[in-house]
């Protein structure tokens, strides 16, 4: 902040500049240290109207008064300026102080993180269904909330500049939501790689100079997905329950190992995403809610059976908030005795894994049916497919030892 007693603020009415009918300007000199800054205030008065002394005009006419009254604000408007730049983090100098006044600081006006983030939402939420699901605008939504309630949390701000971004900025967001938002490390790393996204466009856009991300590595930790082998598949398959709920749950969890879909593409599957084509084979063609990518799944028997057990009903599976049926399969898996955890999205991995791949599906036909982007996310199914292979067959090494 400017330092009071090398600041000093005046007017001033200067001799040699009066006009043909007697008047000058009056200007504003302003000096920091040794720095000395005079521009005009527009205004100009009578030379001998003019008390050098006390810096106003003499009298208490009508223009006299207005005179006054105007060179009062003028002082209150440099010192707002002041205010500004040195909320901003500005080093104020004498001459920054006038162009401020003048308007002339663009820098005052320079963009925040947050600003950015907020409008690199506003552009995905106009493309959606464009290219752009509402899943993923939802995710760019919930981050932005997350990046604001941590700017809030550790600086008591609302929000920062871009200029104040760097790789300790980044490393503290991180370590934030691990310990107070409580992610997992690549539930952090998601986020992160959403603020990464907004500052390259800031980079790009020149809005930046230097881009704090590119020192700074995002490494996703390898998570193998749980999903059932054949022999708990058949488990849950053969499982009998009296209760409805559990009974709906295993149907529910059962359609999607034959079909691969999410907890949220089962809720909105609806009767036009079913066609049959001239083989006679029916087939569900549905866009996936989360990436907007056209899943195509040749309806298998056991699941046309369970569309048909439901048929007439509201939706055409019954449907559980995503809490309930994971507390239902949790009871699932406990009274068919398999040990491990199963959630509904385990049924998905059942799907890409035991049911396809296993048996000898292509990669690249899983990865449509999947509604994959790229065979890529396809593979790590694969890599589970052989591991599990191979520990079955390990299983079996001190059986067969050719003696």
Request: net charge positive; with cysteine; aromatic share 8%.
């Amino acid at each position: 902040m400017i330092n009071k007693s090398i600041y000093n603020l005046s007017f001033i009415v200067r001799p040699s500049k009066v006009n043909k009918v007697g008047k000058a300007p009056i200007e504003v000199l302003i000096t920091l240290g040794e720095e000395r800054v005079v521009f005009s205030t527009g205004k100009l008065v009578a030379l001998e109207s003019w008390n050098k002394d006390k810096q106003c005009v003499r009298g208490v006419n009508p223009e006299a008064v207005s005179l006054n009254e105007y060179l009062k604000n003028m002082r209150v408007r440099i010192y707002d300026e002041e205010l500004k730049l040195v909320k901003h983090g500005f080093s104020v100098t004498a001459t920054l102080l006038r162009d401020a006044l003048l308007n002339k600081v663009e820098l005052i006006k320079e963009e925040t993180i947050l600003g950015i983030y907020r409008k690199h939402n506003e552009l995905q939420y106009k493309q959606i269904g464009m290219g752009i699901s509402k899943g993923t605008y939802a995710n760019s939504k919930h981050g932005l909330n997350l990046l604001e309630k941590f700017i809030n949390d550790t600086y008591n701000r609302d929000d920062v500049f871009l200029r104040e971004l760097n790789r300790d900025f980044i490393e503290e967001f991180r370590i934030w939501l691990l310990t107070e938002h409580h992610l997992s490390h690549n539930g952090a790393v998601k986020y992160l790689a959403l603020l990464k996204k907004v500052v390259n466009r800031a980079v790009a856009n020149n809005k930046m100079s230097f881009n704090p991300f590119a020192t700074y590595r995002l490494e996703r930790q390898t998570v193998s997905p749980d999903f059932l082998t054949e022999e708990e598949l058949r488990k849950i398959i053969n499982f009998n329950s009296p209760l409805p709920r559990l009974e709906q749950t295993r149907d529910m969890f059962l359609f999607a190992c034959y079909t691969g879909l999410s907890y949220i593409d089962v809720k909105t599957l609806k009767p036009e995403h079913l066609e049959r084509d001239k083989q006679g084979r029916m087939w569900i063609k549905k866009h996936r809610v989360k990436t907007g990518v056209l899943s195509r799944i040749p309806l298998l028997p056991s699941a046309k059976m369970l569309l048909d057990k439901y048929a007439g009903n509201e939706t055409l599976m019954p449907i559980f908030s995503p809490k309930d049926i994971n507390l239902f399969l949790k009871d699932i898996a406990i009274l068919c005795n398999i040990d491990k955890r199963v959630t509904y999205h385990t049924a998905r991995h059942t799907f890409a894994s035991t049911v396809t791949l296993a048996n000898n599906v292509s990669l690249i036909v899983v990865s449509k049916m999947l509604g994959h982007s790229n065979v890529r996310m396809t593979e790590h199914y694969a890599k589970l497919v052989d591991t599990c292979i191979g520990e079955e067959m390990d299983k079996l090494m001190n059986t067969y030892t050719g003696e």
